[in-house]
């Protein structure tokens, strides 16, 4: 009996479909392409894994937060460097300031030393000058007659009076000294007496006799 076309077709469709199924339950699951997800279900679509980035995209997004910390140490290096350098020239500066202030001090007490010698050696020249004329005045004062050179030593200077009288030996000055008048023999005896105590350059211009 001759079989018909329409049953032979479900035939073969139904083997078709049973080798798909064993070759389906063989084969491990791919994963699937992209837009298909799309008609998945929400349930489904949360618990699927999310997809990868490249390797080259995540090394660029990881590359400036590892070299932001380098650069901004860098900048407080430098910025340290540099204020160190600054304190280093103003120390440097500071220290020249020190070393000319120095060499000028030296020099002005090199100079005050020269000038201290030069006045030294002036007034040791006045006082010899002085002690020439005192010795010059005593001598003609003791070769005068005690009379005429009371009469002198009356109107002449108190301080000259002083250092004439008080550089006359004792013989010859007693004589001029009674000559005197009282208050100014008094003054001048006064005088004599206390010299010692007086400063060696105490000056009596401005003494008055009482």
Known sequence: MAMRPFPILLLA???VGVAKLGVALIEPAKPMPAGEGLFLSPAI??????EEKPAEEAATDTMPRACAMPE???QIISTER???EEQKAALAQREAE?????EKLQLEQARLEDLKSALDGLLAKVEAAKTDD???LVALYSNMKPKDAAAIMNDLDIEVSVMVLGTMSERTAAPILAGLTP?????ISKIILERSKLPGDQRLNNLQLE
């Open 13 to 15: 469709l139904a083997g």
């Open 45 to 50: 679509a949360a618990t699927a894994e999310p």
């Open 72 to 74: 901004e140490m860098l």
């Open 82 to 84: 540099k204020f160190l």
């Open 98 to 102: 020190i070393d000319l202030a120095s």
């Open 134 to 136: 005192v010795r010059r």
């Open 183 to 187: 208050v100014r023999a008094r003054a």
